[in-house]
């Protein structure tokens, strides 16, 4: 999904949810957009190249031309159910994680749909583990 759609979403529900937390929503801006910095490392790693306009480049050509095999089993490491599970256990103690889950869950949901409709299957690696074994 487009990082403009994850903004809106994310801006959105912390509106919804601020009369309620107060300034513990800008987690769920963090945790709804500002994840997608593993989109970026993943970049870097893959092409040797530091640059964010590149970086965008790349993406935007990716999701144009429907470029499966370019992030095809890409680790994208904030987007894994490791994460996501180190994330929900720490929303127990905390409700700047429980914020930052929220926003992550709305930002996840969305990508999964999103990359199955476009290829009709997951095409970046869902786990750590199943990166490795993929590798």
Known sequence: MSPLRHIVV????????????????????????LI??????????????????RCQ???ERVMVEKRMKD????LFIFHTLEFLIIIAVASFFSEYALM??????????PDIIFEVRMWKRKVV?????????LC
């Open 10 to 33: 994310s801006s959105v529900l912390a509106a919804i949810l601020f009369p309620f937390f107060g300034i513990k929503v800008l987690m769920v801006f963090v945790g709804g957009v």
């Open 36 to 53: 997608d910095i593993d989109h970026y490392f993943w970049f870097v790693a893959k092409k040797k190249d530091t640059s964010i306009a």
């Open 57 to 59: 480049r790349f993406y």
């Open 71 to 74: 992030v095809l089993n890409a």
């Open 100 to 109: 930052f889950l929220v926003g992550y869950v709305f930002h996840i949901v």
């Open 125 to 133: 690696a869902f786990s750590v583990l199943q990166w490795v074994r």
